[in-house]
Nanobody, 124 residues
Framework: VQLVESGGGLVQPGGSLRLSCVAS????????MGWIRQAPGKALEWISG????????HYATAVKGQATISRDNAKNTVNLQVNSAKPDDTGVYYC???????????????????WGKGTQVTVS
């Protein structure tokens, strides 16, 4: 199984970035997918997820209204568009397979077992 992220780099504050992740070795449309980031010196942070069909999406509060997740099952690709980038968006961005649990308090999304190696995003 391979998940390979691309699209990272240096972005000016207020700019946009588009990250992509191509999956191989899995039946892509069998998997919920997600993006996770790790800012320098901080813990991993779940930021967004998308259901197998692409119909349902989830965003962490930190990126709600700023990020858009999408997927193309024909191309085994999941994308993350981030607009109005801020220095706090700096970090390594990982794509991963994900899970979603339905609880009394709503859906809980989290990363599962397959991860990419990450792509560095620097907003400065």
């Amino acid at each position: 199984v391979q998940l390979v992220e691309s699209g990272g780099g240096l972005v000016q504050p207020g700019g946009s970035l588009r990250l992509s992740c191509v999956a191989s070795g899995i039946t892509f449309n069998d998997y919920t997918m997600g993006w996770i980031r790790q800012a320098p010196g901080k813990a991993l942070e779940w930021i967004s997820g998308i259901s197998r069909s692409g119909h349902d999406t989830h965003y962490a509060t930190a990126v709600k209204g700023q990020a858009t997740i999408s997927r193309d099952n024909a191309k085994n690709t999941v994308n993350l568009q981030v607009n109005s980038a801020k220095p706090d968006d700096t970090g390594v961005y990982y794509c991963a397979t994900a899970l979603r649990d339905e609880t009394r308090d709503g859906s809980r999304w989290y990363a599962d077992k397959y991860w990419g190696k990450g792509t560095q995003v620097t907003v400065s």
